[in-house]
């Protein structure tokens, strides 16, 4: 087990999972004095009939709360002073963010303001702004994959003033994350898919990238054991309590890894390609893991073939020698990918020349290429990366990604 | 008796002044090789106008400043204050501090263990971190820098030497 | 995993781990917006020497701090109450303790009487609720450390308090203080965390986010504390025994006490015999006695305990025998490792009969008295035969 020569690791935040997990939740609130929380979600969430199961878990133990579901699609500055507005005038004292990343970023933002007493968000963006914690804040994520219920940071985005705040703090951290399978039940599987793959995303670059650690190790292990058997069963079955909530808890568990590891090339390219062509992150994540563990492969082969053990099991561990672990590792995740596409009716995308907007219209001309591997050295997540990327290093590999075609490795540029 | 004492925490004057002496050599190198190499001149060139960043220790210094006036990239000496910075590299301390100007780590390492706290716009700090690792190539010998960066880049010789001989010149005579 | 069984876990412990994790204490302060921290400490000579680098650490941050540095094992609430004044008086922010249990106890019950602004520390009770946060505490990590220091409870006068709200901001394991060339303590250290994190793993309740740190810190420990108590493996192998250590604290706080860890408090208390001592001449015992209880799952030992090669060559039906008799050959490298004169049971080490039949009243006052009087019993050397009777068989 590699023992960095330093290392930091931190996950404040109560982990509560279960099919009942909801309940558990309001009772832990009562416990803790809590009387009025604030449901911030968006409309997507309320009509799917999410915050009727939260409202009746809380109404058992808690006398009051009050739902907010204006959360847009973009974290916003406007929504988020308006929500903190709310919050006062209503006497709240706590916030429940129920949805993705952009309902958790809206509960943050409204929880600086109004613990810190804030009129301008912007002086408490960057890292470190914060000195004491925030008031109770719970997320209840309702996909799982982006494991945003454990991270510290937080992007707000200033659309008046066409600003993007960005906030890192360890008091960022919710103070519980609620995992409960009936808030994943409804996931179509194409949503099930790519955003499954973005949490084995997250497990495996936190385990081959630069900040790896013990913790970090342990729960990108344990997350791929749960995510890699359970992702086919929830995409096939979405009726699946048990897979459901072991997917939760994958997520979970792979988003505390990245959180104290960070990530690399994978997110580097898929937020590239993101801002530039509009691909969903699950399904670009999707599409570069395997080219971001073929071109680190030269520097991380040992330490990817130790992922073959929670992806396959032991008998094809043993069965595999050892320098070819890491290419079995590879040849696993296009396979997944492969099954996910053959599941989902060929929406989940295995390169990026299949990736479809909802009119059948390529997202991905070939000629953004170039574009989106400028875009991509403006990303903080080569840092992490083991290998270094240039300009030229993006374009090769967002060209086979296109074709969909295995990295030529003998072309990576070796440090 | 009294239960408690109050405790000075000690002075490093040492690694203070050797902090202090390398960090102005490093930004009197990023000013030398803004003038002397491309890529150095591309990556100033494509970054704000009035860009200007600070790199050094937390919580009293030693800090360098270095940025762009009337086009040239100058060291602009090492009080951080008074000056808007784009951004600031806060090295968590001391000792951390003395380890990268030790090159025992290299800042995109040090990044990695969380001895430095980047406080500003992630493209600027990137484009920093290229800069940072260009000079150390030029500073150091092949067998330090190895260490110091993730890939050693496969320069032309005449980069390297004339590269290395102008670097040096124009940080230790300051043109 | 049991999805049926409810899953919860919490660790509020920040872990700073490595080469000169100490210089980074002034801001963590500062992150919690302290600068005017109280060192808590004790008088011993490992203490005195990992004092002088604490606050050599903190040299060039400006700072100034308080400093008591006379915890014993005699520490009572009347000495927190002056130190709870003490603070107040002179606006110190923050806790800093530095060493083994008994210190960080003290602090934890510090932080308590000065978080809830309790009039009277003398008169704090495990009854006293804990609901709400505390002000910052740090631990650093000395390799006098029982494995409780990063845990939500602290033993003071007799008392247990449990709140997760105990447990520290941050533990710091630096590689100065994990290694200060005293192998017995590392040693004690390492068996102590062994103990309880062996109980943690194979319990009935399955839980996979506290398994990822029991997992870690047995893995962590199996791999390193003989080295590091041979003193072979350095600075490296202490520091990574020091991080299971402060693991199996964040383990402990989300299981509770079980068999071993039992045994090991009564015979501390009683005898001041470091739980880790203790713990390894009960170990296999225990086990033993787990393995023919329903629903432990002592195969998932093997993992950690073997590494990943040996665990993918091994099948399932042998996996309890092989991990006990890994834990058995570790025991006793360790216990070689420690040198000759390490006591083989409570009766060599110093534990007269008249103390033993202490140990077993307490024990037998305990809900698992039936199983832990005859462990006690093994683990004084010998069998009186008048305490055979109404054991459970």
Known sequence: MIVPDYYEFCCRVKLLAGHD????????????????????????????????????????????????????????????NELAAFYRDEGCDAVIAVGGGSVMDTAKGINIIVSENAADLMAFSGVGA???????????????????????????KDHERHLKMAFGSYFLLPDMAVLDSRMTLTVPPFITAMTGMDAISHAMEAYYCLQKNPLSDAHSLAALSLLYRNLPVVTETPGDREARLEMAVGACLAGIAFSNSMVGMVHNLGHATGSVCGVPHGLCMAIFLPYGLEYNMHKRGDIMGELLLPLAGEAEYRETPREQRAKKVVSLVRRMNSKLNELTGGRHARCLREVVDRDGVPMVPREVLPEIARAALLDGASVYNPEEADYDDNVMVLEAAWEGEPLDRGKVKGG | MELVRDVQAGKKPFKRAYVGIFLWFTGKAVQAAARSDEQVKREFDALPDDFAFSMGCLPNGPWMVVGKEEGAVKYLGGNPEGRHQHLRLKIKNLEAAFLILT????????????????????????????VLDIVEVYLLPRRIAKLAVKRYPRWPLKRKLFGRFAVYTRTLLGF | MNPESPISFTCLVKINSGDRALENL??????????????????????????????????????????????????????????KRTCLEKDYDAIIALGG?????????????LSLKVPDARKISAETPIRGRLRPLMVVLTA????????????????VFRSEYLAPNLVVIDPRLADMGDGKRIAESGLAALG??????????????????????????????????????????????GNGVAMSGCVFSNTGAFLLHKLGQVVYDVRRIHPGLTMSMAMLDVLDLYRRRDGHDLAALFHPLAGDEEFALSRPEDRVDGALSLLRRLIADVRDAMGKDTPRNLREAGVPWYMMEDVLERLEADPDGPYLRPLAERMWGEEPSHLKKGQPT
């Open chain 1, 130 to 156: 914060l000195k004491r914690p925030l008031k109770p804040m719970v997320a209840v994520p309702t996909t799982a994959g982006t494991g945003s219920e454990v991270t510290q940071v937080a992007v707000i």
């Open chain 2, 103 to 130: 090159f025992q780590e290299s800042t995109a390492m040090a990044t990695v263990r969380n001895r430095i706290i980047t406080d500003g716009e992630l493209p600027h700090a990137l484009a920093v971190m290229r």
């Open chain 3, 101 to 113: 249990a008994e210190i960080v106890d003290a602090a934890k019950v510090l932080n308590v009487s």
């Open chain 3, 196 to 241: 309880r994190l062996v109980e943690a793993h194979i319990s009935t309740d399955k839980n996979p986010f506290r398994d990822a740190y029991s997992f870690t810190a047995i893995r962590l420990i199996a791999e390193n504390l003989k080295d590091a108590v041979a003193g072979h493996g350095g600075k490296k192998a202490a520091t990574a025994v």
């Open chain 3, 26 to 83: 002034p801001m963590e302060l500062s992150g919690f917006d302290a600068a005017r921290p109280l060192i808590i400490t004790g008088k011993d000579a490992a203490d005195r020497k990992a004092l002088r680098t604490l606050i050599r650490a903190f040299g060039d941050s400006g700072m100034t701090f308080g400093l008591f540095d006379g915890v014993t094992d005699t520490t009572d609430l009347a000495v927190i109450d002056v130190l």
């Open chain 1, 21 to 80: 997990a909801l309940e558990r939740m309001a009772d832990v609130l009562a416990e803790r004095g809590i009387k009025k929380p604030l449901i911030v979600t968006d409309k997507g969430v309320a009509g799917a009939g999410l915050i009727d199961i939260v409202s009746k878990a809380l109404s058992v133990s808690l006398n009051a709360h009050l739902v907010a579901d204006t959360v847009p699609p973009d974290s916003d500055l406007r929504v988020v």
């Open chain 3, 144 to 159: 006098g450390a029982t494995g409780l220091e990063t845990s939500s409870v602290s033993r003071f006068e007799g008392m």
